[in-house]
C-alpha cells in the first residue's frame, strides 16, 4: 500500500511513517514543518518527504498521487497554545481536513483522521467515554479537532467516503516536542529546572504509549469500518500530580523543584476512554506506564541532541516565557 501521512515529521506521525516503511508499505510525509515539524524524527526512515501545508490543494494533491489511503496527524495540538492564539487551530485542524477530505474524495483513498478524547470534553470519576457519546470540547484545539472529526462523518454519510476516526488519549514517548506536561517536565527535571503543575494537579490524564497508540490506527487502517469511531486509551489514569512525582524519581530530580502555577482556563478535569470496540479489532495496549515511563525518561536523558536544539530556540523561549514567566513569578511550591 502507498500511504500519505499528513503531519509525519511529528511526533506520533513520525512513529507512524517509521512503522508502516517497517511493514514494507510506501509512505509519503506530507508536514508543514511547524514549530513542532522536525525532519530529524524522520531521519532513519526510508520514506518520501513533502514540505507543504495540507490547507493547500495543490500541494496535497503532488503529494497524494497514487496513494491508498492517508492517514491525518497533521495538526496544531497543544492546549496552551490554542489558548493564546486559535486561528492557526482552525486553518489547519478544521479546513486542512475539509482539503484532505476533498482529496479523498476525488481519488477515492481510504482516510484515517487521528482524533482525541479531548473532544468530548471532561468526564466525572467513574465515567469513561464511548464513541458515540456527545462532543463537549472545552479549549479552541478541542473544538478545532471536534470540527475535522465531524466533517469526516459528514463525508462519510454524504459521498460514502471510506473513512475512520481513531481517539487517542494523552501519548508520551520518544520525540515528543517539550512543551506537553511529560517531555517538559523530564527535560526540566534533567537540567534541574522548575516543574510547573497547573492548579493543585489533582486532574487526570490516562497515559498511552506512542507505539501502542501507532498500532491502534494501523488496526483501524487496515479493520476499520467507515463511518465508525475508535477510541484508543492506554487505561492508566494518573494524576497530574503523581505522574510528576513519578519523573521526579526516575530523573533523581529534587522535589523542591515543583511549583503549583496558576492553573490552565477551561482546564479538563479527567479523560477516560471506553476501548471496547478497538478491542474487538484485537487492540490491546502492548506497554505499561511502569515500564514506559522510565524508558521515555532514558530516551530524553541519552538524547539531549534532539531536544536542546529546540530548547534553544527562539520560538521555544517566547512561547516558555509567554506561558510560565508570570505564573513562575506567582507560583506556590
Ligand atoms: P505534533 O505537534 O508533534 O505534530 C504535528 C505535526 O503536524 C508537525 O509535524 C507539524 O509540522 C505538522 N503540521 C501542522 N500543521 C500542518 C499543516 N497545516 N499541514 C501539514 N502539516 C502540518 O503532534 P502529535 O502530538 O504528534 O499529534 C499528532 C496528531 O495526533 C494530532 O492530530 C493530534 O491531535 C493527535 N493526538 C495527539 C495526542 C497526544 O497526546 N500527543 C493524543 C491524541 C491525538
Ligand atoms: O488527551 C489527548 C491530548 O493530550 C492531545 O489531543 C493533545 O494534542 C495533547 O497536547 C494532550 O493534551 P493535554 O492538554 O492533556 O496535554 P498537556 O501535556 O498539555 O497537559 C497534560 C496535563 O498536564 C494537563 O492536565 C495540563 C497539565 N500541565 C501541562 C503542562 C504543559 C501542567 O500541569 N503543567 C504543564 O506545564
Not at 26 to 34: M, N, R, S
Not at 48 to 59: L, M, N, P, S, T
Not at 180 to 206: E, F, W
Request: charged share 25%.
Amino acid at each position: 500500500m502507498r500511504i500519505l501521512v499528513t503531519g509525519g515529521a511529528g511526533f506520533i506521525g513520525s512513529h507512524f511513517a517509521r512503522r508502516q516503511v517497517g511493514a514494507g508499505h510506501e509512505v509519503v510525509v506530507l508536514d508543514k514543518l511547524t514549530y513542532s515539524g522536525n525532519r530529524a524524527n524522520l531521519a532513519a526512515a526510508d520514506c518520501e518527504f513533502a514540505r507543504g501545508d495540507i490547507a493547500d490543494a495543490d500541494a496535497v494533491e503532488r503529494a497524494g498521487a497514487g496513494c491508498d489511503a492517508v492517514v491525518n496527524f497533521a495538526a496544531e495540538t497543544h492546549v496552551d497554545r490554542s489558548i493564546l492564539e486559535a486561528s492557526d487551530f482552525i486553518r489547519t485542524d478544521v479546513f486542512g481536513t475539509h482539503v484532505l477530505l476533498e482529496w479523498a474524495r476525488t481519488t477515492d483513498a481510504r482516510f484515517v483522521q487521528v482524533s482525541t478524547d479531548e473532544v468530548y470534553g471532561d468526564v466525572a470519576p467513574g465515567v469513561s467515554s464511548r464513541e458515540d457519546d456527545p462532543l463537549r470540547p472545552s479549549s479552541p484545539y478541542a473544538a478545532a479537532k471536534a470540527g475535522g472529526d465531524l466533517q469526516v462523518l459528514a463525508y462519510v454519510r454524504t459521498y460514502g467516503l471510506d473513512a475512520c476516526i481513531t481517539r487517542g488519549s494523552n501519548t508520551y514517548g520518544p520525540n515528543q516536542y517539550p512543551e506537553k506536561l511529560l517531555p517538559l517536565h523530564i527535560t526540566n527535571a534533567l537540567d534541574g529546572q522548575p516543574l510547573p503543575v497547573y492548579g493543585d494537579g489533582s486532574q487526570t490524564r490516562d497515559w498511552l504509549h506512542v507505539e501502542d497508540h501507532c498500532a491502534g490506527i494501523e488496526l483501524v487502517l487496515k479493520e476499520g469500518a467507515a463511518g465508525e469511531v475508535y477510541n484508543v486509551g492506554g487505561g492508566e489514569e494518573v494524576e497530574n500530580r503523581h505522574i510528576v512525582q513519578r519523573i521526579i524519581e526516575h530523573t533523581g530530580a529534587d522535589a523542591s523543584l515543583v511549583r503549583h502555577v496558576a492553573d490552565r482556563p477551561g482546564h479538563d478535569t479527567r479523560y477516560s476512554l471506553d476501548t471496547e470496540r478497538i478491542a474487538g479489532l484485537g487492540w490491546a495496549p502492548a506497554h505499561s506506564l511502569e515500564d514506559g515511563l522510565p524508558s521515555a525518561v532514558e530516551w530524553y536523558r541519552t538524547n539531549r541532541e534532539w531536544w536542546e536544539p529546540i530548547k534553544a530556540s527562539g520560538d521555544y523561549s517566547r512561547y516558555y516565557e509567554l506561558q510560565y514567566r508570570t505564573r513562575l513569578q506567582t507560583a506556590t511550591s
